[in-house]
């Protein structure tokens, strides 16, 4: 077993185990992050859309929150998350609104003035049942 060397803060240790953690759990967190990976690409979802495949459409606040401290971008598609407007986040946790956008068109998703077309581009009811 390998033993800490210092070269990593607590505070950053403690929050890989909080994140592992709400990984392998049957968490709000987790469920948040499977409901994600269910946003087809090339659609998007509101906060609300993804707290009710998570269980609880109340939770859109969390969806937000967790969001926020995606451990892993690359497979938890957190960009095709947008507000009721359509707005994009204005601080993108992953390189800011412009990136959102930028990845999002690159799906083929259209981004005007900040902003997704929802009646165009939200994924469909039948989606949040599968």
Known sequence: MKTRDGSIP?????????????LVTDSPTKRIYEAVKRIPR???????????????????????????????????????VVNSKGELAGKYAFGGAWKQAQILESEGVE???????????????YDFLN
Do not use: F, Q, W
């Not at 981004?111 to 009811?125: F, H, I, P, S, T």
């Open 42 to 80: 090339g659609k998007v979802a509101t906060y609300a859309d993804v707290a009710e495949m998570a269980g609880d459409r109340k939770m859109a606040r969390t969806v937000g929150n967790a969001l926020h401290k995606n451990p892993d971008p690359g497979t938890i598609p957190c960009h095709r």
């Open 111 to 125: 981004v005007v003035n900040g902003k997704v077309n929802l009646e165009e581009y939200r994924m469909d009811e």
């Open 10 to 22: 607590d505070d950053v240790i403690k929050r890989m185990v909080a994140e592992s953690y709400d």
